[in-house]
């Protein structure tokens, strides 16, 4: 397959509530949507998830956008691509830049599908028609306000709910949710907000039945996530940590945890996430998929890898209104009994919506490939 044409489209949607973390609160989700144009005038879709500011990781949205444009979109046209694994190769020569590396690779994989009529789920090798899903909230200024959020989300019928936690914001209000909804299926994300000295308050969580304490330590702390593992009774889940399944095999190894999330921006793309979710399966580790507040491009992709069978447990994907007032994407994602479909057209199996994205677009530029940008 030979591409011929990019488009990069900077857009920014407000989300219905911000969104509060360790790291900092959100009021939009700003991003870039990839678009890639092959030689038969087939269109591939992926999104760039980096945030604005290097918290989450070392990547920004201005940084990422800048390799995709110097290094990643020249580096595709310069051979023919067989197979969408292939980029995963091509792109192994730059070191980090994950977000940047998934943008490009996921609207390949996309293009790919839609050559081969068929959807991205079925390519990949997912069997499910349905995921369940579940539903994250951040930090709340009390806990009240919380348990007005978690009672609306399970009235909604999501089948799990995170909580971001720091200090301060944890064993309180944890205890209130758990009081109110002892049979939910609930855990706590930390976002590396706590370290050793923490350990008596983080050994507290263990009387609640959490499913488990996502990222409690910074995002090398494989060591530390291990002695901390120990000594808990509930699961410890690695997310920043993890970049690559050299990551998941070191977290493995020294005990770190007993779950990953796995986030395709977050490790480079679909093959790096595939060879992943491989391990976890082969090794017992409870895989799942996160999110990263996507619009419906993400939203697609990330219903397609949790849709194989790997996928067990409920992930962060949500539906289109748990973030959007609208969506950009049409058909929008709609929560049924606490899952979503799986997209069954071709590739992603949804198409972008021109109002709504016009509505939203910030900028866009357009690169015909081995010619350069307009």
Known sequence: M????????????PLIAPFKTSYGELKSKDFYIIELMNADGIYGYGELEAFPLPDYTEETLETAIKIIKQHLLP?????????????????????????????????????????????????????????????????????NDLLQLVEQYVQAGYQRVKLKVAPNHDIQYIKAVREKFPKLSLMADANSAYNREDFLLLKELDQFDLEMIEQPFGTKDFVDHAWLQSQLKTRICLDENIRSLGDVRQAHLLGSCQAINLKLARVGGMCEALRIAEYCAENKLLVWCGGMLEAGIGRAHNIALAARSEFEFPGDISASNRYFHEDIVSPDFVLDKGRLRVPTDNGIGVTLNSDVLKKYTKSTEEMLLNIGWS
Not at 2 to 12: M, S
Not at 98 to 104: G, I, P, Q, R
């Open 2 to 13: 030979h591409f011929q044409k990019a488009k990069l489209i900077h857009v920014e949607i």
């Open 75 to 143: 580096l595709i046209t310069q051979k023919e691509i067989h197979f969408p694994e292939e980029v995963h190769g091509i792109f192994n020569w730059i070191q980090g830049n994950e977000m940047a590396k998934s943008a490009v690779e996921l609207a390949v994989w996309d293009a790919f599908a839609k050559s081969e009529k068929s959807s991205l789920a079925r390519m990949i090798g997912a069997n499910k028609d349905f995921i369940s899903v579940g539903v994250s909230i951040g930090l709340q200024n009390n806990p």
